[in-house]
């Protein structure tokens, strides 16, 4: 996952290119802006774009990368799901 600064030093990672930590830290990313946003989509736009730009456009933001990662995303989570 790619974790910015910020969120490597919210949820204690000292190496971000270490696999525990790197996973258990996006992974308790997501689920936050999860609790936080209570949608998949969403929390999907967050985890992108970040939290404050969900907020500002008071739903997933106009970029086209944010919109192209919640589609692949979306695409193999139901994929998985069947």
Do not use: W
């Amino acid at each position: 996952m790619q974790l910015m600064p910020a969120v490597c030093h919210r949820y204690g990672v000292n190496d971000p290119f270490d696999i525990t930590q790197n996973i258990q830290a996006g992974s308790a990313y997501f689920q936050a802006m999860l609790a936080r946003f209570q949608d998949i989509t969403l929390a999907l736009a967050a985890y992108n774009a970040g939290p404050a730009q969900v907020e500002k456009y008071s739903g997933v933001p106009p970029f086209r990368e944010t919109r192209q990662y919640i589609q692949r995303v979306l695409h193999f989570f139901n994929g998985y799901r069947q």
